[in-house]
């Protein structure tokens, strides 16, 4: 095992943590691009350790907050459609799942900022829990979906609220993977050196989740989403 690029990948979770915990999600978003241009035999399996990891923490500091309800339809739509993201990671490249991702993240960014006015009610909930089932298990990126339905709540509220659906939902996706023969030892052993990492960068986001307020933390979602699935789109293109 080549240890450098494991190491050095390692900045880009802490970037991805310090993200994800500032607005509630993204650490995925920013670190997957990078894994897949570095170290593509570590998708997804790697990533999902993290994603795994770091809700721990955001929940150790924040249960009371969880929008229960929104989370139970999104948790159970997940589960549901975790299969066929494990199908994907069988039979496609990363390639082709990234830039599925990508098209699903700026397509929801347009239904948010058009008249629809994506609030969190069940059949929103769920079909963002169904998307991340698929691409939360196939590409490691589920949040961006869920956080745009919950983008009008408390910032803690959201934040609580994806920790636990991060939590719960990549336990989901590491089964399946482990299930199918898709998880490997490597990828679990530099998800784990990757852990100091997330530690960090949730330290270093302290300042940024206290100043926080709910019109700012929409308008960051939406525009940290619209960058995330154009970056994911390009990255895959260009790769």
Same mark, same amino acid.
């Given at each position: 095992?080549? +240890?450098?690029?494991? #190491?050095?990948?390692?900045?880009?979770?802490?970037?991805?943590?310090?993200?994800?915990?500032?607005?509630?999600?993204?650490?995925? =978003?920013? *670190? *997957?691009?990078?894994?897949?241009?570095?170290?593509?035999?570590?998708?997804?399996?790697?990533?999902?350790?993290?994603?795994? *990891?770091?809700? =721990?923490? $955001?929940?150790?500091? %924040?249960?009371?907050?969880?929008?229960?309800?929104?989370?139970? +339809?999104?948790?159970?739509?997940?589960?549901?459609?975790?299969?066929?993201?494990?199908?994907?990671?069988?039979?496609?490249?990363?390639? /082709?799942?990234?830039?599925?991702? %990508?098209?699903?993240?700026?397509?929801?960014? !347009?239904?948010?900022?058009?008249? #629809?006015?994506?609030?969190?009610?069940?059949?929103?909930? &769920?079909?963002? %829990?169904?998307?991340?089932?698929?691409?939360?298990?196939? !590409?490691?990126? %589920?949040?961006?979906?869920?956080?745009? =339905?919950? $983008?009008?709540?408390?910032?803690?509220?959201?934040?609580?609220?994806? &920790?636990?659906?991060?939590?719960?939902?990549?336990?989901? /996706?590491?089964?399946?993977?482990?299930?199918?023969?898709?998880?490997?030892?490597?990828?679990?052993?530099?998800?784990?050196?990757? #852990?100091?990492?997330?530690? #960090?960068?949730? &330290? @270093? @986001?302290?300042?940024?989740? /206290?100043?926080?307020?709910?019109?700012?933390?929409?308008?960051?979602?939406? =525009?940290?989403?619209?960058? !995330?699935? !154009?970056?994911?789109?390009?990255? *895959?293109?260009?790769?």
């Amino acid at each position: 095992m080549d +240890w450098l690029p494991v #190491l050095l990948l390692g900045l880009a979770l802490f970037a991805g943590a310090f993200v994800q915990s500032s607005i509630g999600f993204g650490m995925a =978003v920013v *670190a *997957a691009p990078f894994v897949v241009l570095v170290a593509p035999e570590l998708m997804p399996g790697s990533l999902l350790v993290t994603s795994f *990891a770091l809700p =721990v923490v $955001q929940l150790s500091h %924040g249960v009371r907050d969880i929008a229960w309800r929104p989370l139970g +339809w999104a948790l159970g739509a997940r589960l549901l459609l975790t299969p066929l993201g494990v199908l994907l990671v069988a039979t496609l490249s990363v390639r /082709a799942i990234s830039v599925v991702v %990508g098209v699903l993240i700026l397509v929801t960014v !347009a239904a948010s900022v058009s008249r #629809l006015d994506v609030r969190a009610t069940r059949p929103n909930a &769920a079909a963002a %829990g169904a998307v991340a089932g698929v691409s939360g298990t196939a !590409a490691s990126i %589920g949040g961006p979906f869920l956080a745009l =339905v919950l $983008q009008h709540e408390r910032p803690e509220r959201l934040r609580s609220t994806l &920790a636990a659906f991060f939590l719960v939902g990549t336990g989901m /996706a590491i089964g399946g993977l482990l299930v199918a023969g898709e998880f490997t030892r490597h990828q679990l052993v530099s998800g784990l050196v990757w #852990l100091p990492f997330l530690g #960090l960068g949730y &330290a @270093a @986001a302290a300042p940024a989740r /206290a100043r926080l307020d709910r019109d700012r933390l929409r308008r960051i979602v939406l =525009v940290f989403c619209l960058v !995330a699935g !154009a970056s994911v789109i390009v990255r *895959a293109l260009v790769s």
